[in-house]
């Protein structure tokens, strides 16, 4: 059996320097809720695990309406979900926190970790891409910012060096009258991974025209990304009916599904379009509320 090592290193310079060392195969560790799987299965390799959730710096979580909320690579679905004005001001990003697995995966599982996995169907994300959210990242040169819809480049695989770390999620503060939302297809009750994902995110005036909008697709492509013609078709005009039914097929005619035993293509596209006019009509209903 080979030998693994496992390093809780107190800061994010000394996660580095354990990343830095290439020879000994280091992996990030967070919740390991997909990670230790995917060891056990084979799938990934590593020889030194590294657990990130001893560094404080990756274990902050703010939430208000001046600041917006930062979310430390280290910190659970749980911990997020349970925020008091987490839900209140990005309920569509806690709608699918709360969604993964069950209370147990989410007192382990990590926003950051259900990003880097890179998994095409995770719940997570197209609700941080509707949120136009930032990630900072660390390296052996510094910081840098990559916004959360460039990621993840295909499936398991992210613009991340194997020797950079995810240190902070940051959703910008909403502007007056926005909201969010996100839904998911399963094909069971629960615990299974989504057929389609839908995250919104919209801006509405007084008068209910909708100024901003942003919709992003997850699980109808090797990645989630943000159906930008079905965003755009909302801005200037109502929420009404009309709108939704032109987001929904603008959605649907950008999906890029597979079929799989979950769902044939025609299928997903289909759900697509339902849940998009859902999330989006969800969106606004909160977003009214908040005009
Ligand atoms: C029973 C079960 C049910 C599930 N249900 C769902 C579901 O309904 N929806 C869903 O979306 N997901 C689901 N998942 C997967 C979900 O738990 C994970 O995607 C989780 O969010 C990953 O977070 P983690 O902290 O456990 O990551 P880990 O497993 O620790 O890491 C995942 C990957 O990301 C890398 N990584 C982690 N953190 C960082 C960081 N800060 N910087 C750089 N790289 C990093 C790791 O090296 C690894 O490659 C389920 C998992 C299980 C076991």
């Known amino acids: 059996m080979r030998e693994l090592r496992y390093s809780a290193p107190a800061s994010v310079d000394e996660a580095l320097e354990c990343l830095a060392d290439g020879s000994q195969d280091p992996r990030i560790l967070a919740g390991g809720t997909d990670l230790l799987i995917q060891l056990r299965a084979g799938a990934r390799h590593a020889r030194h695990l590294v657990d990130i959730k001893r560094i404080p710096e990756m274990n902050v979580l703010h939430a208000n309406a001046r600041t917006g909320l930062r979310v430390g690579g280290a910190v659970s679905c749980a911990e997020l979900v349970e925020h008091p004005a987490a839900g209140d001001l990005f309920p569509g990003l806690i ?77 910008p503060p909403p502007p007056r009258g926005a909201s969010d939302a996100y839904q998911r297809l399963i094909p069971r009750s629960e615990m299974d991974i989504a057929v389609v994902g839908v995250g919104a995110s919209l801006v509405l005036e007084d008068d209910g025209t909708c100024s901003a909008a942003r919709i992003a697709l997850g699980a109808v492509g090797p990645r989630a990304f943000l159906a930008t013609q079905a965003a755009f078709s909302l801005v200037g005009g109502p929420i009404d009916e009309a709108a939704l039914e032109k987001a929904g097929t603008l959605a649907a005619d950008v999906a890029q599904p597979i079929s799989d035993k979950r769902g044939t293509t025609e299928y997903r596209r289909e759900i697509t379009a339902v849940l998009t006019r859902r999330v989006v009509a969800d969106a606004a209903r909160r977003a009214k509320g908040n005009v």
């Open 95 to 171: 709608e699918a926190a709360a969604l993964i697995g069950s209370t147990q995966i989410q007192n382990r599982a990590t926003l950051a970790g259900n990003l880097c996995n890179g998994s095409p169907a995770a719940d997570t994300t197209p609700a941080l891409l509707a949120l136009d959210t930032t990630c900072i990242i660390a390296g052996p040169a510094g910081r840098r910012e990559l916004s959360a819809a460039e990621v993840v480049t295909a499936p398991g695989r992210t613009l991340l060096a194997d020797n950079e770390l995810l240190v902070e999620i940051r959703v």
